[in-house]
């Protein structure tokens, strides 16, 4: 933040697409006639506003840096594009600046005395990509700014659902209204698209918002797991957001308590087990001290038998 500044002044006109609906290849305009799309850029550069968008990225340190710049649009307009030097290296006089798209060189107009910018029309997604300018002298700075179309919010982790119940996936597009929704199943290698109105039992499609779209899923199977795109499409191309869908059995979350119960059945079935063998060795244990009783009371009986005849025989 300290060696990037950036300032960008927004077109006080509402500058709005002849169209309302983007399909493939075509544009649907609302009076029902149909443009090309090589008549819908040409309609787009007559259309194009005045006032320019500035973005500017502020140089501060000439000291072999690299330094970039995201830039989101979703609409046609026109921009400016200016890397400035800090006044105090007003004193180098042998700079050698370029810009350049990607790796093709272009030209670029001197603004003020530290600052080199560039202008563009950005017309379609073939005038997006990555614009770098380059401050060489002793050593070199540069800075990129990268133009792209507004990213989809999808969602990271994977959405849990069960057989038999409707999963329902969501992707939004925050700050930006795209032209138009489509949903995808990736099946093997290939992107599927899914049409509701032909599957209404299995797929509805809600476009909740302007910004927000929903596809239900109703009574999901097995065959349901697997990952889903959102395209949201705008003026200057598409932006896709990935979510991926996980069935899961109604066994699963059955099995938590299915082992405590055979825990508790297990547990039951050990005390019980050790409560009959407690009871049979306590049996054992007093037929065992009954049986020596009677020994013993035989053993005394057989010595006073003995005694007896002994001293009658005396």
């Known amino acids: 933040s300290e060696l990037i500044t950036s300032t960008q002044t927004v ?11 983007l399909t493939l290849g ?16 040409q309609t787009t550069k007559e259309n194009m506003p005045v006032t320019v968008v500035k973005y500017e990225v502020f140089l501060r340190d000439v000291s072999g840096s690299s330094m970039e710049k995201n830039i989101t649009l979703d609409h046609a307009t026109r921009i400016e594009l200016s890397c400035r030097l800090d006044k105090k290296y007003s004193h180098l006089k042998s700079l050698q600046v370029t810009w350049k ?7 670029h107009i001197s603004k003020t005395e530290n600052s080199w910018s ?3 029309n950005i017309v379609d997604n073939s005038n997006l990509g990555s614009y770098s300018c380059t401050l060489k002298d002793k050593e070199e700075i540069s800075a990129t700014f990268h133009l792209q179309v507004p990213n989809i919010e999808g969602k990271e982790k994977p959405i849990i659902s069960y057989e038999g119940d409707t999963a329902v996936l969501i992707c939004k597009s925050s700050s930006y209204t795209p032209i138009a ?6 099946n093997g290698s290939e992107q599927i698209a899914i049409n509701d109105t032909l599957l209404p039992d299995k797929y509805v ?9 929903h596809l239900k899923i109703l009574k999901v199977t097995k065959e349901d797991n697997g990952v889903y ?28 308590f299915l082992a405590i119960v055979v825990e508790v059945v297990a547990l039951v079935t050990v005390i019980f087990l050790y409560e009959i063998y407690s009871k049979k060795k306590e049996k054992c ?28 025989r005396k």
Not at 101 to 107: A, M
Not at 205 to 213: D, E, L, P, Q
Not at 234 to 239: D, Y
């Open 11 to 21: 077109d006080s006109q509402t500058w709005r697409n002849p169209s309302d609906h």
């Open 26 to 41: 075509l544009v649907e305009s609302t009076a029902g006639t149909s443009l090309t799309t090589e008549e819908f850029k």
């Open 101 to 107: 798209r990607g790796n093709e060189t272009i030209g």
């Open 118 to 120: 560039i202008q563009l």
């Open 181 to 186: 929704w489509t949903w995808y199943v990736t």
């Open 205 to 213: 499609i809600n476009r909740v918002s302007a910004n927000v779209t």
């Open 229 to 256: 795109w959102c395209e949201a499409a705008f003026e200057l191309g598409k932006s896709m957001g990935k979510l991926q869908l996980k069935i899961l059995s109604l066994m699963v979350p059955l099995k938590p």
């Open 285 to 312: 244990a007093k037929n065992e001290r009954e049986f020596d009783q009677i020994e013993q009371l035989k053993t005394e009986a057989s010595n006073g038998l003995e005694n007896s005849t002994a001293r009658q």
